[in-house]
């Protein structure tokens, strides 16, 4: 059964693919299971439909048969259970991956989050010019640990998991702003995950939504 995700209509990323959808198309990608996007408004996320399927009124969900789900970590999880390819065959190996998924979900990615609110909503606040060095430095303690732990290997833990897959999906969002860019480590590794052919088709399919979306402006990077 081919599987239906929802995504951003008109993607405020203007189509770097740095909405969650992204990591959740990654993962279909690296599998091989072909899917199918419902394109949905922001009036549309808001209304009872869509929130049957999200609480929250947000992208991404998952229908496939009678399964509806969403949270872009459960969904990759739901997948990489399903499919070989993204989880270690070993029991210890597999939970030491999920573990991963949660680290990046829930360790690395909230401060990264916190930070870029405040650059795009907090701008013309007095405070928060004085605000933003702390906020930078909350990123910076995960990207010092998790920079160590990576050290010189290619992946988190042996081969490229789905907790490597939420990590650099994760890195991403600052990748670029210079903050990444300071562990030459950390730059590598999300370049290596881009450079996935799974990875290029995923984002190239959300790029196609950009482009046909008739936004005008260039592509940021
Ligand atoms: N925890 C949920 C998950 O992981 O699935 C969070 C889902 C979520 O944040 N969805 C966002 C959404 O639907 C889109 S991805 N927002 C609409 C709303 O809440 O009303 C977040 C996002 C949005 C825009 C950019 N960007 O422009 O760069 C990046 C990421």
Redesign the pocket.
Known sequence: MTPTITA?ES???RG?G???DMAVRWALEEVGQPYDVRLVS?KE?KEPAHRALQP?????TYEEGDLAL????AIVLHIAERHPGLLPEDANGRARAIAWMFAA?STVEPPIVEREAAILMERDKEWHEKRLPMLGERVRVRLVDLSRRLGGADWLDGAFSAGDLLMVNVLR?PAGTGIVEEFPNLAAYVARGEARPAFKRAFDAQYAVFERSGVTGQLLR
């Open positions: 951003f993607s405020p990323d770097r740095l909405a969650r922001f996320m929250f009124g947000q992208i991404p969403f949270e872009s970590g979900k969002r």
